[in-house]
């Protein structure tokens, strides 16, 4: 075993009986731009918790902040019991976060086996996929593995770029817009990949536009506004807070 390797075990088992990510006054900037204004939320180890808000709110600049991709930040951001906000971005995946971006980052130069196997282990290797497991989650990528990946249909890469971060051992994933302009039958497959990866214990924080698609599969809802979380409820409340929805999302 890699010390790397070694690392990665200790802080997810030191993470048990924590919630495995801990945000509090999180502020964020894009050059002089101040993005995020204090925002607080915590998800706790096995849910699904899904941040809401239009376009602009904040959203996914806060998942860029969680993983160290925006200027300068400060407040708190523990993975764990581990704080990561002056940590560097590659230092930071190294805790067992994966992050799905909205542009999905596909290789070009590879083939769909390529892409998946590229990645190097983040996370714990009891977490970590093998391609027979992403095969039998994803049979359109086994029967498209040699081909080129951005030759892939917009849902295979979609596919594609969350079945790498699976590959790597991550257990906290972030998914930016994942459904975003997919076909009704990829947004279903979609849809049971999350719900298997949540009786696994993985952890996700989705970014989602769609309420129809997100509203099913998660624990928690956080809304934000202009870079703050403006509400926040379970999923056992949702039915109540939807005049709130309207107001905040038009839903």
């Known amino acids: ?32 731009s101040h993005i995020l204004h204090g925002v607080d939320l915590t998800v706790n180890r096995g849910e699904v918790v899904t ?65 998946l196997i590229l990645p190097p282990m983040v996370g714990a290797a009891k977490d970590a996929m093998s391609l027979d497991e992403i095969y039998e989650m994803f049979p359109n990528l086994k029967e498209r593995r040699m081909s080129q990946g ?8 979609q596919m594609l770029a969350v079945a790498r971060i699976l590959r790597t051992g991550a257990n906290l994933l972030l998914l930016d817009e994942i459904s975003e302009g997919l076909a009704p039958v990829i947004v279903q497959a979609l849809a049971r990949m999350i719900l298997m990866l949540k009786q696994r ?20 809802f956080y809304v934000m506004e202009h870079g703050r979380i403006v509400e926040h409820f379970s999923a056992r409340e949702l039915e109540s807070k939807m005049p709130v929805l309207h107001d905040l999302l038009g839903v």
Request: aromatic fraction near 6%; charge should be negative; proline fraction near 2%.
């Open 1 to 32: 075993m890699s010390q790397a390797e070694s690392e990665n075990i200790e802080v997810i088992e030191a993470a048990n009986g924590t919630p495995a990510l801990t945000i509090a006054g999180l502020q964020a900037w894009y050059g002089e």
């Open 51 to 115: 941040l809401l808000g239009r376009n602009g709110a904040g959203r996914t600049t806060t998942l860029r902040a969680i993983m160290g991709l925006t200027g300068r930040r400060t407040g708190s951001i523990r993975i764990g019991e581990r704080e990561t906000i002056d940590l560097q971005t590659h230092k930071i995946a190294h805790c067992g976060i994966g992050y799905c971006p909205e542009e999905r980052g596909i290789f070009s130069s590879l083939s769909c086996e390529e892409n």
């Open 150 to 157: 951005t030759r892939l249909s917009g849902g295979e890469q």
């Open 201 to 220: 214990g993985y952890t996700v924080v989705m970014v989602e536009q769609n309420f129809r698609f997100a509203a099913p599969l998660a624990d928690r």
